[in-house]
């Protein structure tokens, strides 16, 4: 179901809040990035070990505290899916991510792996097709069309009648399986980079004034206004 993504309850969706409602929602692997959060990335600093300057790494809680409503619906929310709760959320979610690319790395070696296998008995199953009919060894033999389109019913009956074949299905079921339980991983992994993204995002805006120009922290108030701009006509 839909849900209106009003974030700040003024009653209209702004351009941010939309933002915030696609980091928090979507499931494709993209990682969305604001014009504010690149304009924080070349004009602001989140070091650690300075008293006086935020970093990523702090408490959740004060994160939250300096965060817009977007930000917070997008911290919030992508915490839950990712079942994260400790108040270092930055660490939580770094180690989570790293997790998740040790066990994609781990899925890509077996998926080799019973690739591998799969090559030698589609090898067996190609010699007894070729057995049966020599010419199609030579894919511009004469007689190559012919056999595949008049006597394809009795090609897939050698195929999969051979004894191995039982066996490369299962492999490619295989196969398949651990495309997508990395598929899943992937999405899982890109929403862990959004999280660290606007995390990072958040420590940024709480120094820019800090360590910028006013002549900088002008231009920022002046991207984020517009995008605070409302999205729908009324």
Known sequence: MYIRPDYDGDGHVSLSE????????????DIPLATSDIFLRSCSKAEKGKAEMVNAEEPVEKLLGLATAAQRAVIEGLSKQLELKEEGR???????????????????SQKRK??????????????????????????????????????????????EGHPRFKKFDEMYREVEALDGRNRDLERKWVKCQRLMQTLQSVALGGNLSKIASEELQEKYREIVEMEGMRLEGK
């Open 18 to 29: 939309a933002h915030a409602y696609v980091q928090i929602t979507s499931d494709t692997i």
């Open 114 to 159: 019973v690739q591998r296998d799969m090559g030698g008995l589609r090898g067996q199953i190609q010699a007894a097709v070729k057995f049966r009919w020599p010419e199609l060894s030579n894919p511009w033999h004469p007689k190559a069309t012919s056999i595949i389109t008049k006597e394809a019913d009795e090609v897939v009956k050698v195929i």
């Open 90 to 108: 930055m660490v939580e979610v770094r180690g989570a991510a790293d997790k998740i690319d040790k066990e994609r790395k781990g899925l890509d």
